[in-house]
């Protein structure tokens, strides 16, 4: 194709007769129309109209090449048409990761949720933590903790992650309640293994430098938050777990909240979607969906001081 804005120009002039009328059409200005009609006769190396003082006319090789062009022309805007109207209609499918306990405990709700005001969005969610490069991956929505540097992606953050150290009752029952951060030492402390690394996660504590993270050792570790927490309430050990994953145990008194005052909040959970000016209606609708549904949740936005105060073990209820 030699220049399709060259070709429309001349469509327009073709059908309306003249050019004052197609540069109305598509709005710009008659000397724009007339320049884009004379470079598309320049690269064909054809005159395509006839001008004098009082009459514009298609010489016979334009209304040759003016019947060629209608149609698919007119098939080229009705596919615009119909590319607009999707982007801008509750239709289609909405990719999203997110790490799996939270995708369990907050995301999965909000989506039933919104499939009950929007039936023609399809969400798939994908439960992976191992997801990085979300863009490459084909993902359009991301949530994460911490942030992810790429300037494709915008990040919206939703709320601090704090991590708690908590153990079942039958297990202080036994071996008492760490007073300090150097008592972890001489527990039993539940690992959670890092992706790609023999490594455990390090513990997301307040005060706790990296010498005293390697002497928290126990002969459990395991891949997975919901498992961690399922051995603490068994009463294998001390773990430290998100604080919004373990709430729900912490009120049935499965498990009890240690060490409080070395609650952090400087990890935060963002969620991420693609840094494009005309992001389709339905990716925008779930994200502002998602984000308004979380900042209603007591467990996220709530201070951990709030949360834990009415269950702040002193020994007592053991």
């Known amino acids: 194709m030699k220049s399709l804005k060259g070709i429309s120009s001349f469509v327009a002039v073709a059908s309306s007769g003249s050019f004052a009328a197609a540069a109305k059409l598509q709005g710009v200005s008659a000397v724009a129309v007339s320049k884009n009609v004379a470079t598309l006769e320049r690269q064909l190396a054809v005159r395509l109209f006839q001008r004098t003082t009082r009459k514009l006319s298609l010489t016979p090789e334009g209304n040759t090449f003016y019947k060629q062009c209608l149609g698919p022309l007119r098939e080229l805007e009705a596919a615009q048409a119909v590319i607009e109207k999707s982007s801008k209609a509750l239709s289609g499918l909405v990719r999203v990761t997110c790490a799996a306990p939270f995708a369990t405990g907050y995301v999965l709700p909000i989506v039933q949720q919104f499939h009950a005001k929007n039936p023609r969005v399809q969400i798939e969610l994908h439960m992976d933590d191992s997801v990085t490069d979300m863009v490459a991956q084909g993902y359009d929505v991301g949530i994460r903790?911490?942030?992810?540097?790429?300037?494709?992606?915008?990040?919206?953050?939703?709320?601090?992650?704090?991590?708690?150290?908590?153990?079942?009752?039958?297990?202080?029952?036994?071996?008492?309640?760490?007073?300090?951060?150097?008592?972890?030492?001489?527990?039993?402390?539940?690992?959670?293994?890092?992706?790609?690394?023999?490594?455990?996660?390090?513990?997301?504590?307040?005060?706790?430098?990296?010498?005293?993270?390697?002497?928290?050792?126990?002969?459990?570790?395991?891949?997975?938050?919901?498992?961690?927490?399922?051995?603490?309430?068994?009463?294998?050990?001390?773990?430290?777990?998100?604080?919004?994953?373990?709430?729900?145990?912490?009120?049935?008194?499965?498990?009890?909240?240690?060490?409080?005052?070395?609650?952090?909040?400087?990890?935060?959970?963002?969620?991420?979607?693609?840094?494009?000016?005309?992001?389709?209606?339905?990716?925008?609708?779930?994200?502002?969906?998602?984000?308004?549904?979380?900042?209603?949740?007591?467990?996220?936005?709530?201070?951990?001081?709030?949360?834990?105060?009415?269950?702040?073990?002193?020994?007592?209820?053991?």
């Not at 039993?188 to 002497?215: Q, V, Y």
């Not at 604080?243 to 009120?251: E, V």
């Not at 240690?258 to 992001?279: A, D, F, P």
């Open 145 to 318: 903790v911490g942030r992810m540097k790429s300037s494709s992606l915008v990040a919206r953050p939703i709320a601090p992650l704090p991590f708690v150290v908590c153990a079942s009752p039958d297990y202080l029952r036994l071996r008492g309640e760490p007073a300090s951060l150097e008592d972890l030492a001489e527990h039993n402390c539940l690992r959670l293994s890092r992706i790609g690394s023999r490594e455990p996660m390090p513990w997301f504590l307040k005060g706790l430098d990296a010498k005293l993270d390697t002497e928290i050792r126990g002969n459990l570790t395991l891949n997975d938050f919901s498992a961690l927490q399922t051995a603490a309430m068994q009463g294998a050990g001390l773990a430290c777990i998100p604080l919004p994953l373990a709430m729900p145990s912490i009120r049935q008194g499965r498990l009890l909240p240690l060490l409080q005052k070395h609650i952090s909040t400087e990890l935060v959970v963002y969620l991420y979607y693609l840094n494009r000016k005309n992001l389709p209606m339905r990716t925008r609708s779930f994200v502002d969906y998602v984000l308004a549904a979380l900042e209603k949740e007591k467990d996220l936005q709530t201070s951990p001081a709030q949360l834990l105060a009415p269950y702040i073990s002193t020994g007592k209820n053991l």
